[in-house]
């Protein structure tokens, strides 16, 4: 079968290593960029998400450079916490939550896919256009010429043209008015020395987390993330404008555990973004092609989700390609699990997942509390965490189990 896949991201190069552990050899992966350099900020990896690449021989190398993310902590703005709980094996889980480099994640994606697949695999500077669907197979659509396949995998983000192809009237992405600033700073660890902490209210959030190890000088890169509503970009461009701009709406914040205006004024890169989404899909499929990832169901940075979902994605479709009798079958097997699952992660991500304590605790205590418990009840706090991970997949008792798409070979 030729397998051709948009987008050489996370989901789409987490795809290329299923399928080719699922028996398929003839695979292409078209990346728009020239090249694939380890870029961006930091994210983090659900167990859910961490089980597949252990199931795809992945987890060795990722947590080399991770951070295994030991607590979720909520805070208002002065420093009160709301809310705290443990996360991945500190929770209980069997597979840790990892704390990373997007790029660097990414590289490791890369380096697989080229020791398994062939250097050759991934065509970088080859953007996909679009696509022409004809007698149950496709032609794809590329900058450089078109490429015939039976199967067309639409890995290609927030801007997917392949999704646009799709769904003519799609439009522009949504927004809920939030703009993000986004950075990275060497600097101590804090709280627990691999803790996630979300600080603010339903007005201003600054979201903060390790995304590599201490080095011998004790010091981590810490990932961080602003977010307030804006009506546009900002003129900032240079470094020490961005983090003019961030410092007058953050430079104020003070908690004990570690030093908000500090963290951005020594930042070594600061990227500026919308919080943007789409609306779900009635469907991710058309014939011989079909959608994962931002692709597919773009969420709000809500919860540790995006890549999440996009690795779970890449296992799934391979596993329904290897299951069904056909390619229309495993399509629509693929679209009926995953589908449903990231539409509820969507929609949650939209009344702000986990992080609606923080708004309520705002709501309710604007001046602030001497206790918790004046502001919620345990049972309150408790509801809001595990709804949360029920509608994410990755409650205790979903993760004691083996991947449900096994354990990376061809059965």
């Known amino acids: 079968m030729r397998i051709a896949i948009a987008g050489g991201g996370i989901g789409g190069l987490t795809a290329a290593l299923a399928l080719h552990a699922a028996g398929h050899r003839d695979v292409r992966v078209f990346e728009a960029a020239t090249e694939l350099r380890p870029l961006g900020v930091g994210l983090n990896i659900l167990p859910s998400a961490v089980r597949e690449l252990h199931a795809l021989g992945l987890a060795p190398a990722v947590e080399g450079h991770?951070?295994?993310?030991?607590?979720?902590?909520?805070?208002?703005?002065?420093?009160d916490l709301v809310w705290s709980e443990p996360r991945g094996r500190f929770a209980g889980h069997r597979f840790p939550q990892y704390s990373l480099h997007r790029g660097l994640l990414q590289q490791d994606l890369a380096d697989a896919v080229a020791a398994r697949l062939g250097h050759g695999t991934v065509e970088t500077g080859r953007p996909v256009t679009g696509y022409t669907v004809h007698d149950g197979q496709v032609t794809v659509h590329t900058g450089s010429g078109d490429v015939e396949a039976d199967l067309l995998i639409g890995a290609d983000g927030l801007h997917s043209a392949v999704r646009a192809a799709m769904h003519l009237d799609d439009g522009e992405p949504d927004t809920n008015g939030m703009w993000m600033w986004r950075g990275t700073t060497r600097a101590a660890p804090f709280l627990t020395g691999a803790s996630m902490a979300v600080l603010g209210d339903d007005r201003a959030k600054f979201?903060?987390?390790?995304?590599?190890?201490?080095?011998?000088?004790?010091?981590?890169?810490?990932?961080?993330?602003?977010?307030?509503?804006?009506d546009g970009p900002s003129a900032a461009q240079?470094?020490?404008?961005?983090?003019?701009?961030?410092?007058?709406?953050?430079?104020?914040?003070?908690v004990p555990w570690t030093d908000v205006p500090g963290l951005v004024a020594a930042a070594s890169q600061i990227h500026e973004y919308p919080m943007l989404d789409r609306a779900p899909l009635p469907t991710w499929n058309d014939g011989p092609v079909t959608l994962i990832g931002d692709?597919?169901?773009?969420?709000?940075?809500?919860?540790s989700n995006g890549a999440t979902q996009a690795i779970i994605d890449g296992r799934a479709i391979?596993?329904?390609?290897?299951?069904?009798p056909d390619v229309p079958t495993a399509l629509r097997r693929y679209e009926s699990e995953r589908l449903p699952a990231t539409r509820g992660v969507q929609e949650a991500n939209r009344r702000m997942g986990p992080e609606r304590v923080i708004d309520l605790a705002?709501?309710?205590a604007p001046e602030?509390?001497?206790?918790?418990?004046?502001?919620?009840?345990?049972?309150?706090?408790?509801?809001?965490?595990?709804?949360y991970a029920s509608t994410a997949g990755f409650t205790v008792e979903e993760l004691d189990a083996d991947s449900p798409y096994g354990t990376g070979g061809p059965r």
Request: zero cysteines; charged letters at 25%; proline letters at 5%.
């Open 362 to 364: 705002w709501q309710r």
């Open 318 to 324: 391979a596993w329904h390609l290897h299951d069904a």
């Open 66 to 79: 991770a951070v295994t993310t030991a607590e979720l902590a909520f805070y208002t703005r002065r420093g």
């Open 207 to 230: 979201v903060v987390y390790p995304i590599r190890p201490a080095d011998e000088t004790g010091n981590a890169l810490i990932n961080w993330v602003t977010g307030r509503p804006a």
């Open 368 to 387: 602030g509390f001497d206790r918790i418990e004046d502001v919620f009840t345990a049972e309150e706090l408790q509801r809001i965490s595990d709804d």
């Open 295 to 303: 692709a597919a169901h773009p969420m709000y940075p809500v919860g």
């Open 238 to 254: 240079s470094l020490a404008d961005r983090k003019r701009e961030v410092l007058a709406q953050f430079g104020d914040w003070k």
